[in-house]
T-cell receptor, first 112, second 111 residues
């Protein structure tokens, strides 16, 4: 298994600003993932982040809005840019080990 | 189209009342089926991976089973601390770690 930490755990931001979420894994992993989860709903994959290559974004998500960095095998960041109230959500990162994914505690973002 | 459907959406049980949650799937070549538990305000917690029909996994009061079309998460004599949302996800044969998620079943165990 893997232990994932995220920072910040929550934040309240003004529209038009940007927030960078950090994700740290306690072991080296090839693949990391970023998800968004609206209250009471299931998970929506934003992008897959492999170390050493560009992130792969899912339909409806673009790099200009959600730039991702993956500088090494234990760390990744997701930036939510030019935020609007519609970006209010829980953002989760996960790490892939064998076929399984292990999740961080999430970042609760509120945009006012 | 690959799809995962969980039922029921919500389930209320009395403490000690055993039941099952269902996860039916339609995917091209199942690589694995995963069960997670999610408590409010937290990330999903990994429970089980099932790879082939007939496989079973157990952990405390939970038992997961898999057929070619669906998986069941059986909960035996549940306690209030088992209350959570249980999520099912599958990995298709042509994916690379990516998971297809069900909408989840919210389980409430009343003392």
């Amino acid at each position: 298994s893997a232990v994932i930490s995220q920072k910040p755990s929550r934040d309240i931001c003004q529209r038009g600003t940007s927030l960078t979420i950090q994700c740290q894994v306690d072991s080296q992993v090839t693949m990391m993932f970023w998800y968004r989860q609206q209250p009471g709903q299931s998970l929506t994959l934003i992008a897959t982040a492999n170390q050493g290559s560009e992130a792969t974004y899912e339909s409806g998500f673009v790099i200009d809005k959600f730039p991702i960095s993956r500088p090494n095998l234990t760390f990744s960041t997701l930036t939510v840019s030019n935020m609007s109230p519609e970006d209010s959500s829980i953002y989760l990162c996960s790490a892939g080990l064998r076929y399984e994914q292990y999740f961080g505690p999430g970042t609760r973002l509120t945009v006012t | 189209e690959d799809q995962v459907t969980q039922s029921p959406e919500a389930l209320r049980l009395q403490e000690g009342e055993s039941s099952s949650l269902n996860c039916s799937y339609t995917v091209s070549g199942l690589r694995g089926l995963f069960w997670y538990r999610q408590d409010p305000g937290k990330g999903p917690e990994f429970l089980f991976t099932l790879y082939s029909a007939g496989e079973e996994k157990e952990k405390e009061r939970l038992k997961a089973t898999l057929t070619k079309k669906e998986s069941f998460l059986h909960i035996t004599a549940p306690k209030p601390e088992d209350s959570a949302t249980y999520l099912c996800a599958v990995q298709a044969g042509d994916s690379n770690y990516q998971l297809i998620w069900g909408a989840g079943t919210k389980l409430i165990i009343k003392p």
